[in-house]
């Protein structure tokens, strides 16, 4: 045996033991993916028909948005109506309703002041009466 041949013996053996230092992390980053692919496939088995739900509560929801939609713009027409129905009011009766309560405010106040009139005026004849009874004594 030359001294190459002894070279590459150790070589080889060196090269041996590397590849078995090297296997070993191999096999466990092997280990590690396994586990990533069951994991990966587990979430994308649990996603999928929680996917289909989240599309089933947009449909419904969605659903009844167009129903609140529809209410809204019956509430607003309704309103719309209400404000032309006011309108329509207040030009038809609000003048007559404002002369009545005018005249209605203005007979009560001139009842108000000759009732004042009337009382004032009994109060003064009571008081010069009171003054003669006070003078004769």
Do not use: H, W
Request: net charge positive.
């Amino acid at each position: 045996m030359s001294v190459g041949e002894v070279a590459g013996l150790i070589a080889a053996c060196a090269l041996l033991i590397l590849v078995g230092l090297l296997a070993y992390p191999i096999l466990k980053l092997g280990k590690v993916l396994d586990e990533t692919r069951i994991l990966v496939k587990g979430v994308s088995d649990s996603s999928v028909p929680l996917l289909g739900e989240v599309t089933t509560t947009v449909t419904t929801t969605n659903a009844q948005l167009a129903k609140v939609d529809t209410i809204t713009d019956n509430a607003s027409t309704v309103s719309t109506n209400a404000a032309a129905l006011m309108s329509l009011f207040s030009a038809a009766a609000g003048g007559p309703l404002v002369k009545a309560a005018a005249f209605s405010y203005g007979v009560r106040r001139a009842l108000g002041d000759r009732e004042r009139k009337d009382i004032a005026r009994r109060v003064r004849e009571e008081m010069k009466a009171e003054r003669k009874a006070a003078k004769k004594r």
